[in-house]
C-alpha cells in the first residue's frame, strides 16, 4: 500500500491469548463463539500487528508488541509465541535494521503494544530497542502509566516505558497531533486514557490504525467492547464516530490484533456496521 510518499507494510510480531470474556466483554459466548473459538482454558487467539510506515527519509512504526522481556510465567498465561515471527525479524524481513527507525509512535503503553520498545540485551541490561528513534506518546497516557490505577496496573510494566525517558528519546504529545502532511495522531481515552488511533491519508486513500477501539473484525459490533476498556461507554460513543467516518469517506481499517483479518473496509446498515471488504496491505 502506497499513501502519499509513504510505502507502508505490515507483520505479526507474536501471536497469545487471552481470554473470550476479557476479549468480547459483555457479549455472551454462545455468540462470540459461532465466529471466534476458543481453547479449553476459554482463551481465544490474537496476534499482534506491527504496521511500518517508509518514505525513504523517515521510517517509522506503529506499536512494538510484547516484545520477549515477560517473565515464564506470563508468557505461559498469554501463551506467547514467536516462534516464526518477532518485532527485529519481521523488520529484517524488509531489510530494516533497528538503527534506521526514525520514529516509533506507541498508540498506548499496555505491555502488548509497547513491550518490544525495550530489551535486555546480552549483558542482561535493559536496552532501547531502536537506538536512533523518537519514540511518541501522549502525555496524559504516559502519566496514566507511571501511576496506574489498580484496574490498569496489570497492563503497565515499566520497563517498558522508562527507559525512553531516561535516555531522552520519549516524545510527550498533547491532544490531536499532526504528525506530518500524511500522519494524525488522535487521542481516544475509552479504552485508556489517551490511548491514540493513527490516521493516515493522502486525501485519496485513508488507512486507519484503530489501536484497541476495533483490534478484531468482531468488534465492529457497537456492543463488542473489551472488559479491559476503562470507560466502555466512552468506548462506544469513539467506535461511533470513527466507524461512521469510515463508512462515508471509505476508510481502510487496520486490525491490530486479528489473527485471521489485517484489515477491512467498513459499511452501515440499520444500525450495524458489518465487513463491505477485506484487505491486506502486501
Known sequence: MIIGDYKIHSFISEYFKLDGGIVFGIIPKTLWSRTVKSDADNRVQLCNRILFLDNGKRKIIIDTGTGDKLSKKLKEIYVIDNSDCN?????????????????????????????????????????????????????????????????????????????????????????????????????????????MVVKITDGKTTLLHTADLVPMEMHLSLPT??????????????????????????WVLFLCHDPQTECIKVNFDRDIFFTKEKLQID
Open 225 to 250: 467492547i473489551s472488559a479491559i476498556d476503562a470507560l466502555p461507554l466512552m468506548s462506544l460513543c469513539e467506535k461511533k464516530i470513527l466507524l461512521s467516518s469510515a463508512v462515508t469517506e471509505n
Open 87 to 195: 518485532l527485529f525479524l519481521g523488520l529484517d524481513n524488509l531489510n530494516v535494521k533497528p538503527e534506521e527507525i526514525t520514529d516509533v509512535i506507541l498508540t498506548h503503553l499496555h505491555f502488548d503494544h509497547s513491550g518490544g520498545s525495550t530489551y535486555y540485551n546480552d549483558n542482561r541490561e535493559l536496552t532501547v530497542s531502536f537506538p536512533n528513534a523518537v519514540y511518541y506518546v501522549q502525555e496524559k497516557q504516559y502519566e496514566w502509566a507511571i501511576l496506574p490505577n489498580e484496574r490498569e496496573r496489570a497492563s503497565f510494566f515499566p520497563n517498558d516505558f522508562e527507559p525512553l525517558d531516561k535516555s531522552g528519546q520519549l516524545r510527550l504529545i498533547k491532544g490531536n497531533y499532526q504528525f506530518d502532511d500524511y500522519i494524525e495522531l488522535i487521542p481516544l481515552s475509552g479504552h485508556t486514557r489517551d490511548m
